[in-house]
């Protein structure tokens, strides 16, 4: 009887546990196709509307519609590169980075709301990163 009470706890603790899970489980959905057939990195909301996600090949793509739609944006820069990161610090403030091969890491900075992006100088500058003789 005592082990029959026990496992009955244990049940009703363990569902009791897992409810919490479940519910946020539920609460992904797909709601509109990827933008793009690359490898996508990173995804990065300044709204609830206003998103945008970044990958290989220079992908940058933003939706301005919670995600239904996805417009592609034309970035500078080498186009087989990939971007690994997209920040915003507020909603006109905001930076995606990430390496084009020949010419090491790219970051690019926009403050307009991502209408227009400009290159960030290097950094850390090359010098910084190459050896120093020893006096």
Do not use: C
């Amino acid at each position: 009887m005592v082990a029959k009470l026990l496992r009955w706890s244990l049940t009703v603790m363990l569902a009791l546990a897992l409810t919490p899970l479940l519910a946020i489980a539920q609460t992904f959905a797909k709601i509109a196709p990827v933008p793009t057939g690359a490898d996508l990195w990173d995804v990065w909301f300044t709204s609830p509307d206003d998103g945008w996600v970044a990958g290989v090949g220079h992908a940058l793509y933003r939706t301005t519609d919670h995600g239904l739609t996805w417009t592609f944006v034309s970035m500078p820069g080498n186009p087989d590169g990939p971007f690994y990161a997209v920040r915003f610090v507020s909603s006109q403030l905001g930076f995606v980075a990430g390496n084009s091969g020949l010419t090491g890491p790219d970051i690019y900075k926009t403050t307009d709301g991502g209408t227009t992006w400009q290159q960030v100088p290097e950094f850390p500058p090359r010098r910084l990163l190459e050896p120093h003789p020893v006096r």
